[in-house]
């Protein structure tokens, strides 16, 4: 679905199953909804009027992961997928868009690259728009499952990518079973990752962490009061580069919490039943929640004011994106 801040519905198209990330397309009214792992389907939608323009298949032995990206130019789109024929290596396929004409746009599969990891999740462009910032989040499934298979052996990592393949980096956190997931990335080129931990619940595991520019991959000082009203899951991260804010959502807490991107100040730490999607706006971020009202959080003054937004309740799902 796509829907106006004012409440206003934009389009509502039809697909053939749950999807989990929203692809906007830098220059075009089009936005790719891509299929929830494992599917191996994603749409491409035209935003304007919610026409279904494209069903993009995986090819054999390969399923979506839930993110893809597309390269500033827009010609090009990274989606992180699973080799089911060798379980565990993590790929991103290469696909082209096509087509001069709206109803002629299609997606078209160029190649893949190697994640370096197990199971990849998100990914995003690092500022220079040459470089990749990938979430592999360590666990292994099989085609058609969700079932982890390796939880003993998990093997999560951040991995910096060149639109080549070549490997930059690869950092890991010390907690094995500190599944990486979601990611964002400021101006700046600071990049903050967001986890879900598999481990026992009375584990203390790190589930934010960041990497500045020159400096290692690590946890975000969390207060233990916040870390603890995590219970152990992070749904989406987001980053606004010119209040220098970072924002987080906890949907197992019902929590959602601003800190300061540089001091790491605690700014906001409230209730939202279910919040998942989180998204920089010009005021601040907004806020989507599976149970109650999205929100808009206005983070230009010392005191965060809060405001609901006109939008359905019960809608929403892990992921929301402003176009």
């Known amino acids: 679905v796509g829907y106006r801040l004012d409440g206003s519905q934009v389009f509502a198209t039809a697909v053939n199953e749950r999807c989990h990330d929203v692809v906007p397309h830098p220059s075009l009214p089009l936005a790719l909804f891509v299929g929830r792992r494992p599917s191996t389907q994603s749409y491409l939608i035209d935003t304007r009027d919610g026409r279904l323009l494209h069903t993009l298949h995986t090819p054999a032995h390969r399923h979506f ?33 096509a087509g001069q004409r709206p109803e002629n746009r299609r997606l078209q599969r160029n190649g893949e690259l190697s994640s370096h990891g197990v199971g990849p999740h998100q990914l995003l462009w690092m500022p220079d728009g040459d470089t990749l910032v990938i979430a592999n989040g360590g ?13 003993d052996a998990m093997e999560a990592s951040l991995v910096l990518l060149g639109r080549d393949g070549t490997l930059h980096s690869k950092e890991q956190l010390p907690e094995r079973m500190n599944s990486v997931r979601h990611l964002a990335v400021a101006s700046d080129g600071t990049v903050v990752s967001g986890q879900q931990y598999m481990g026992e619940a009375s584990d203390a595991a790190p589930l934010l962490a960041i990497k500045r520019p ?39 807490g019902n929590r959602v919490f601003i800190w300061d991107l540089d001091s790491a100040a605690l700014r906001l730490d409230a209730p939202l039943p279910d919040c998942a999607g989180v998204g920089a706006v010009a005021e601040g971020f907004v806020v989507s929640s599976g149970q109650g ?31």
């Open 65 to 97: 992961y839930g993110h893809a990206v597309f390269h500033r130019n827009g010609e090009w789109l990274y989606a992180t997928e699973n080799d089911t024929s060798d379980p565990g290596r993590g790929v991103i396929g290469v696909y082209r868009l």
């Open 139 to 151: 666990i292994r499934t099989e085609a058609d499952s969700r079932v982890e298979m390796n939880l």
């Open 214 to 252: 020159g400096q290692a991959f690590q946890a975000f000082p969390l207060g233990e009061a916040q870390r603890l009203a995590m219970n152990q899951y992070t749904a989406s991260v987001a980053i606004h580069s010119e209040l220098r804010l970072l924002a987080l959502t906890a949907p197992r």
């Open 293 to 323: 009202r999205c929100r808009l959080y206005d983070c230009r003054s010392a005191q965060i004011a809060t405001r609901p937004l006109q939008l359905p309740a019960g809608l929403w799902d892990n992921h929301l994106r402003l176009a």
